[in-house]
């Protein structure tokens, strides 16, 4: 399984630094800074390609309303890999977690902060909660990604979490 951490956390540093307005207009300035190919701009969803080298270095970007193309839609969340997608191995957790734990020390080296939150179930996963951003780096079943949120999406997504509790 291959990673790349440095390229990853150098990804989440410009995230960091980053002006973030949450539209689709972000994206062409913010891949250009991270070293990633973008295009679609106009489309329902933009697609952008890492400079990662892992074996699917697409980008996800979910966008608030995908009825429609305009450059002011909003952007909930953007994720990348930072290792490679391994499927059909079920002995993958000890390369994973040791990828997680590389990531997670160079993020917070980059940072300079502690996580804000983490959880082990029903994956591992640490969170940053950075003015204007929030930072996600977790483990999944094939992989480990980076989700970078907005941060009214993330406390419409702890409202959710919340009220789900306390029922």
Do not use: K
Request: hydrophobic share 45%.
């Amino acid at each position: 399984m291959r990673a790349d951490i440095e390229r990853a956390a150098q990804a989440v540093r410009v995230a960091a630094g980053f002006d973030w307005t949450w539209t689709v207009n972000d994206l062409p300035p913010f891949c250009g800074q991270v070293g990633w190919q973008f295009s679609g701009l106009d489309e329902q969803v933009p697609a952008a390609v890492t400079n990662l080298e892992v074996n699917r270095p697409d980008v996800s970007v979910f966008v608030a309303d995908i009825s429609t193309t305009e450059l002011s839609r909003a952007i909930n969340m953007i994720s990348f890999r930072a290792s490679d997608v391994v499927l059909g191995q079920s002995d993958l957790e000890p390369e994973l977690d040791e990828v997680f734990s590389a990531l997670v020390q160079r993020m917070f080296e980059l940072l300079g902060q502690r996580p804000t939150d983490w959880w082990i179930e029903p994956t591992r996963g640490l969170r940053w909660d950075l003015p204007g951003l929030v930072v996600r780096a977790q483990i999944g079943v094939s992989s480990v990604c980076v989700y970078l949120l907005s941060p009214a999406y993330q406390q419409w997504c702890d409202e959710i979490e919340q009220s789900a509790e306390d029922e």
